[in-house]
């Protein structure tokens, strides 16, 4: 049992941890996004009138489509962290480098729509600051 212990790579505690700071980040700055752009649907189409009803849009309206990415990438977190595999600093260092990526170069629709965000709503600057401040410190 204490080779199997061994056998796993050194730092996977260190990796899981920083991955742990950029998902909570992620969330955060998601919930925000999700958050902002409910208000553009609900001035443009109207009140939306339940939670089922948001998550049913947020899921699957085109209005939401663009922050798939950032679903997609809080998803891969939580399937390396809970897989198989350890979670090695090479495996981390993938995912954190992919969040830096999105939020700071944006691919083409995710960046045009996320950087109008950032300009015009103070919620989505602190969250995406959280983010970009945990990715600072995951090397």
């Known amino acids: 049992m204490a080779d199997v212990e061994r056998s796993r790579p050194e730092?996977?505690?260190h990796a899981r941890e920083?991955?742990?700071g950029v998902r909570d980040g992620l969330l955060r700055l998601?919930?925000?996004l999700l958050e902002s752009e409910r208000v553009g649907y609900e001035r443009a189409n109207g009140r939306i009138a339940s939670s089922q009803e948001f998550l049913q849009l947020a899921l699957?309206?085109?209005w939401f489509a663009w922050l798939r990415p950032?679903?997609?990438l809080i998803v891969q977190i939580d399937e390396l962290q809970d897989g198989e595999e350890p979670v090695t600093d090479e495996r981390a260092s993938v995912l954190v480098e992919r969040?830096?990526?999105l939020l700071t170069d944006g691919q083409a629709s995710f960046?045009?729509?996320?950087h109008e965000?950032?300009?015009?709503?103070?919620?989505?600057?602190?969250a995406h600051g959280g983010v970009i401040g945990r990715l600072a410190t995951v090397h």
């Open 99 to 101: 969040t830096r990526t």
């Open 11 to 13: 730092g996977s505690r």
């Open 111 to 114: 960046g045009r729509r996320y």
């Open 30 to 32: 998601h919930k925000a």
């Open 18 to 20: 920083r991955l742990h």
């Open 60 to 62: 699957q309206h085109e």
């Open 70 to 72: 950032v679903s997609e």
């Open 117 to 126: 965000l950032l300009q015009r709503d103070p919620t989505v600057l602190v």
